[in-house]
């Protein structure tokens, strides 16, 4: 596939992805579509162990989804829109490596539901993130209502998604909604510092610690010691786990190789 709105770079096993729809980003059908192929192209890509995604420019990592195409969108046609976003999202949400957001500026809308979808938000100090939707008539339609509480608790998600005020980063980190915040020019380095250890991580062992914890907060307790037991049991059984226990009774560094 040919990508318009996306660009990629893949180097020390690390894809960076950014969103480049300058000045801030804004999400249509096409750049939904894109996220969803190229997520699933990574998956796929044996080279890649870890994934980061951001914005062009320094004002937005992405500022909402497309106004000026939602305009002339009837209830099919938004509903179409809605079922991509949220597809490309679920992608991202259970993709079989880490994904890492590297918020460069605001995210608001789609972009904060981007970034909830992620599973670590490296945010600058300037940044600002919010749920405006409530103020346009709408609300957010790619899973911003879901995962919102499951960061910040029912009550204040109510707040964030009722009044659609803008947060600071400060108040984002508070609310844990971020990993850790930094200096505007620092976000890319922190990004990718933390995807170049994870890459040097047992991806199997990643990918398990993943799913259990993603899948698990949506089950109940013993349905989640289940999972974990057999996500586990997964890791266990992989020569990564040989070699990690190796390793660490032969004081080494150990050696990945995926299996």
Do not use: H
């Amino acid at each position: 596939m040919n990508y318009e709105f996306l660009e990629c770079n893949v180097e020390k096993n690390v894809a960076v992805v950014t969103i480049n729809r300058p000045p801030v980003n804004p999400l249509n059908s096409q750049v939904f579509k894109e996220i969803l192929t190229m997520m699933e192209d990574l998956e796929q890509n044996k080279d890649v162990l870890a994934i980061i995604i951001t914005g062009s420019g320094n004002k937005a990592f992405v500022a909402g989804a497309d106004i000026n195409e939602m305009k002339d969108l009837d209830q099919v046609g938004i509903m179409n829109m809605n079922e991509t976003s949220r597809a490309a999202f679920s992608k991202i949400e259970n993709l079989a490596k880490p994904v890492i957001a590297a918020l460069n500026g605001l995210a608001l809308g789609g972009g904060l539901e981007l970034a909830l979808a992620c599973d670590l938000r490296i945010c600058s100090e300037k940044a600002k993130l919010g749920f405006p939707e409530v103020g346009l008539g709408i609300i957010p339609g790619g899973g911003g209502t879901q995962r919102l509480q499951k960061f910040v608790g029912q009550g204040k998600a109510k707040e964030l998604l009722y009044f659609g005020e803008m947060i600071d980063a400060k108040t984002a980190l508070d609310l844990q909604l971020v990993n850790t915040v930094v200096a505007p020019e620092n976000v890319m380095g922190t990004a990718t510092e933390w995807a170049e250890k994870l890459a040097k991580k047992p991806p199997v062992a990643l990918r398990m610690a993943k799913q259990a914890v993603t899948a698990g907060a949506n089950v109940d307790m013993e349905s989640g010691l289940i999972l974990e037991a057999m996500c586990f049991g997964n890791a266990f059984a992989t020569e990564d786990r040989q070699e990690g226990i190796q390793a660490f009774v032969e004081k080494r560094a150990p050696v990945y190789s995926g299996k």
